[in-house]
Structures are given as C-alpha cells and as structure tokens.
C-alpha cells in the first residue's frame, strides 16, 4: 500500500518553470521506479518521464531538454524540474510508482498512483 501526494502545480506564464514534488508513504520494502505522467483535456494520458532508482531516466521527447527528474530515495520522493514551459505542457501531472519486487525499467506497470496537481502555462 503506497499513497502519492503531489504538490508544485501553479499558474505561469510562458517561458517560466516551476518544480513538482511527489513523496510517497505507506507500507513496502522499496520503490524501484517513479514517474511523472500528464494528461491534457482532451488528450490521452502520456509519460512524462520515468527515474529509475539507481537514477536511470528517460523523457518524452516534447520535454526532452527543457524538464529534469531526479528523486530522493532516503524519502521517497520524485521531483520534476520544469523550465522553458510552454502553453502546449498545461495538463494535470500524476506521479507514479513501482515497487518492489517490480523492477523493469523503463516501468511497463505502474501499481500506485496520486491524484495530480494541476499545471497551466499562459501564452
């Protein structure tokens, strides 16, 4: 049982960044991958990008370059470093995680997920 908070979701303007957390809480041995996924109106939800825990990542391409993952494995949690923000990234970002004994990477399953923080950038 894994519980997933998001928070760092705000209003901003084009060009600007802002920093995503999301720590993870509960009952399990270790996490062995998290993600960040969004999902626009209108769209399919998408990958944002995955780190695995021994710092391993990957991106999607439509933010390769201008967003970073890293994470905190003593807390449990994955942050999600966004910068040059476009109006095109405004969507609701979920984190995810994999836990032990599930290690694939990049994630093919994720089994626990939060509820999502809400991030719009304005033109």
């Known amino acids: 049982q894994v519980q997933l908070v998001e928070s760092g979701g705000g209003l901003v303007q084009a060009g600007g960044s802002l920093r995503l957390s999301c720590a993870a809480s509960?009952?399990?041995?270790?996490?062995?991958?998290m993600g960040w996924f969004r999902q626009a109106p209108g769209k399919q939800r998408e990958l944002v990008a995955h780190i695995h825990r021994g710092g391993s990542t990957n991106y999607a391409d439509s933010v390769k370059g201008r967003f970073t993952i890293s994470r905190d494995n003593a807390k449990n949690t994955v942050y999600l470093q966004m910068n040059s923000l476009k109006p095109e990234d405004t969507a609701v970002y979920y984190c995810?995680?994999?836990?032990?004994?599930?290690?694939?990477?990049?994630?093919?399953?994720?089994?626990?997920w939060g509820q999502g923080t809400q991030v719009t950038v304005s033109s």
């Open positions: 995810a995680a994999q836990v032990w004994p599930k290690i694939d990477f990049p994630p093919t399953e994720y089994g626990y």
């Open positions: 509960g009952t399990f041995f270790s996490i062995s991958a």
